[in-house]
C-alpha cells in the first residue's frame, strides 16, 4: 500500500492519499461519524477530526504530519485494511 502525507493548502490538516478504496458504507458501521454520505464521511477519531473519502483520500486535522499518519493507518487497520 503507498500511503503520502503533505499538508493541506489551508495549512490547518494534513492529506493522507492512499491507493485503497474506502467502503464509506462499512466505514460509517465501525466508527460513529458526524456525517456519512456515499461521496463523504466526518468523524472524530481519537480525538482528531478526520474527512474519508471513497477514493482512499483523508483530511486529518492533527498536529503534526507523524501524527497523521499514525491515524490514517489506525484507522485502516480498524478496518481490516493490512498495511
Known amino acids: 500500500m503507498v500511503i503520502s502525507v503533505r499538508l493541506c493548502s489551508g495549512r490547518t490538516q494534513f492529506e493522507v492519499s492512499t491507493n485503497v478504496t474506502i467502503d464509506l458504507n462499512m466505514a460509517s458501521c465501525l466508527f460513529n461519524p458526524k456525517v456519512s454520505t456515499k461521496h463523504l464521511l466526518l468523524m472524530t477519531y481519537k480525538g482528531v477530526d478526520v474527512s474519508m473519502y471513497p477514493s482512499g483520500r483523508m483530511l486529518i486535522k492533527a ?12 484507522i485502516l487497520a480498524d478496518m481490516g485494511i493490512v498495511i
Do not use: H, R
Not at 63 to 74: F, G, N, T, Y
Open 63 to 74: 498536529k503534526s504530519k507523524e501524527e497523521s499518519l499514525v491515524i490514517a493507518k489506525d
